[in-house]
């Protein structure tokens, strides 16, 4: 398979703390994406990290990538019941002739207690 | 508003009649996918294309057929549907090529029985 691989499958924290999801994945990308979904309902697109960064933040969202260990961490900090989501990675991998697509992963149901 | 519309958002249907679920951008996106989303498999793609008339297989074709005629829509045919096909799809596009922000439609939730 070529998907991304989050980790952990579930994540359960309290409000104000931080939130942290992990990404792994298999061979070279061009770039890598954090998406949110809500239960049931289509993927938000959060924040892109290219290959050549190492760092991005976003609000509340900060996204590093370690490309010499094929792996990427979500960082939501001062975390809120809203919050409260499924996070996906997905990959764009960095082949010859690459057609663009993007993987998923499996993602991380996040849940924030008030 | 941009947007990417689906319709139907919900369809429950019997083995073996054809169906067609519609999917409209507004963006002006070359690229447009769908996908199914199954308990513990995650986002899987099932047909993509990356531009008006040109359109490929994911990972997952079996049992369906697409279409590009016109850039704003991508329809997704089942043809003969079956109860394995019993899924939420997401359509989604983008600006040029699947590896930039993908904006997904709200989902349509099939059963086949």
């Known amino acids: 398979s070529q998907q991304g691989e989050e980790d952990p499958q579930a994540l359960s924290i309290q409000e104000g703390e931080n939130a942290t999801m992990n990404c792994s994945y298999k061979?070279?990308?061009?770039?890598l994406q954090w998406y949110r979904q809500n239960s049931g309902r289509g993927l938000v697109h959060l924040i892109l990290?290219?290959?050549?960064?190492r760092e991005k933040h976003s609000g509340r969202l900060r996204v590093t990538l370690d490309t010499s260990k094929k792996s990427s961490s979500l960082l939501i900090t001062a975390s809120r019941a809203a919050d409260t989501a499924s996070y996906f990675c997905?990959?764009?991998?960095?082949?010859?002739?690459?057609?663009?697509?993007?993987?998923f992963g499996r993602g991380t149901q996040l849940t924030v207690w008030p | 508003e941009a947007q990417v519309t689906q319709n139907p958002r919900y369809l429950i249907t019997v083995t073996g009649k054809k169906l067609t679920v519609t999917c409209s951008q507004n963006?002006?996106?070359?690229?447009m996918s769908w996908y199914r989303q199954d308990p513990g498999l995650g986002l899987r793609q099932i047909y993509y294309?990356?531009?008006?008339?040109?359109?490929d297989k994911g990972d997952v074709p079996e049992g369906y057929k697409v279409s590009r005629k016109e850039k704003r829509n991508f329809p997704l045919i089942l043809e003969s549907p079956s109860p394995n096909q019993t899924s939420l799809y997401f359509c989604?596009?983008?600006?040029?090529?699947?590896?930039?922000?993908?904006?997904f439609g709200p989902g349509t939730r099939l059963t086949v029985t």
């Open positions: 963006m002006n996106h070359e690229y």
């Open positions: 990290i290219r290959s050549n960064e």
């Open positions: 294309s990356m531009n008006v008339e040109v359109t």
């Open positions: 061979t070279s990308i061009n770039n």
């Open positions: 997905a990959t764009d991998y960095n082949r010859g002739s690459t057609l663009g697509r993007l993987y």
């Open positions: 989604a596009s983008s600006l040029s090529r699947g590896q930039y922000e993908q904006y």
